[in-house]
RNA sequence: GGAGCCGUAGCCAAGCGGUAAGGCAUAGGUCUGCAACACCUUGAUCGCCGGUUCAAAUCCGGCCGGCUCCUCCA
């Protein structure tokens, strides 16, 4: 199995640091807004990759954390007159909303930075105590000169970076790229620290969550590519000055969604939520315009690659009725079975696009069988879609047969077969109703 | 200024050294009691120019055109 590693910038075997098991993060969202498509892409993806490592056998831990406090949150509870924790909750329900009205499987682990202050105290001093760490004025910062090979996941020199030209440069900090581990604050919610009261900065919580819930090293590190620099660049600066370890095997970034073709900005006014999307859109639908193209290139949606996923997403609920139906009617036993061809197309750093062509492939096998009543080429195409479908998350309501269903179909079929047209459009739309064809 | 990405038919999109998958749309056809579904047929030499090679959309260089990051950001 491949997967491009952001970290070298390469295709990578993948090997697991323990075999049969992974331990997976991915950075959520800050919840100071309410989320929108752009969120929902790597939350989709990822969920998408955990049920393909589950399907092959791996006993896969998926943690994504809330950062939940931060200078917008604190802003807004003051200007609303509430808490931080009521701001963060509220946009945390329309985050796990939006989440499971896509389908996305619940992660294993959602920690909040609020619930890891302890240890996150404990992890500023570790690198105050290490001399990785400084404070200066009431603020706490990490040196990144105090490491060797700051920069190696973005591949920035901190001498090229442009950093005067665009924010005013803090002569608190020894270098320009030093961040905030611990900010000191008059307003908004703060905890006692050793080092004075303050907030945790940005970087940290990560780092945090991730050594205390996997305790060490983890196999893959995900997130939006925006956050390659400097979120992710810093929490490996940290890991490295505190554990000389490398956070994560494997580094991997979706690219952005974009509306058509313009970045989703509040500025432009052309942000897109989720619920706002299901308006006129299912949820198989998104997911399919989102798992239709590459991970990592930028992903356009437009009304365009909206409707054909629609077409896409009628395609396979029709082909899924007719061999149910047909499976149904006949008897027939389903088996879940594994495919080499599509394991083939994942193997190679998730080409889900190759995935969705396969699968339109085996539709269209499906259809020419059960017109040449192929019992077994439509058993085995049966579970091919199934599984495919399922590792998508893409959900279809498959109805039970009753016997009741069956006799209806037979009288349509007798129907048709004596030519009475008017009965048999009875039984039709009886059929229709239970949802059958 | 620095780091990096992208440019494949009307649209979406895979392929990443051996001679262009797939889908949507279009047009024509088949099946069919009527619908719906479905099936068949239907199109590009891969932004431009040069180089490497027996062979390039795929590698290298230049140019043109989009874009991202370097500030909070999925």
Redo the contacts with the bound molecule.
Sequence with gaps: MKIYNTYT?KLETFIPNNEGKLNIYV????VNKKT?I??M??AVFFDTLVRYFRYKGYQVTYASNF?DV?D?IIQTAIEQNITEKEVADKYEKYYLNDLSSLNCIPVDYRPRVTEYIDEIIDFINLLITTNHAYKNGDDVYFDINSIDNYGSL????TE????GN??EIDTNKKNP?D?VLWKSTDQGIKWQAPFGEGRPG?HTECVVMINKIFNGKIDIHG?????????HENEIAQQQAAYNNNLASYWMH?????LD?E??SKSIGNVITVKELLNTYTPNTIRLSML???YR????I?A??L??SK??D??IL??IK?TNLYINVNNLTVINIKDKTFEEYMD??F?T??V??YL??T??NI??S??NNNTNEILKLYSIMTLIINILGLTYDIKQITNEDKEIYNLWNTC?AS?D?TN??IY?KQLEERNI?
């Design positions: 910038n950075c959520g969202p800050t929108h752009g969120h892409y790597p950062t931060d917008k973005s591949n920035q020199k090229n970076l442009d950093y665009r924010i790229y961040f940005w997130g939006g590519i925006d956050l390659v620099f400097p979120h979706n690219g952005h969604i974009k073709g970045k989703m239709k193209n590459h290139a930028p992903l356009n437009s365009d690659v409707e054909e077409t896409i009628n395609k029709s082909a007719q190679d750093d080409n696009s190759l969705i062509a339109l492939d539709i269209k259809n020419i059960l017109r048709k030519k047209y048999a459009d039709r064809i």
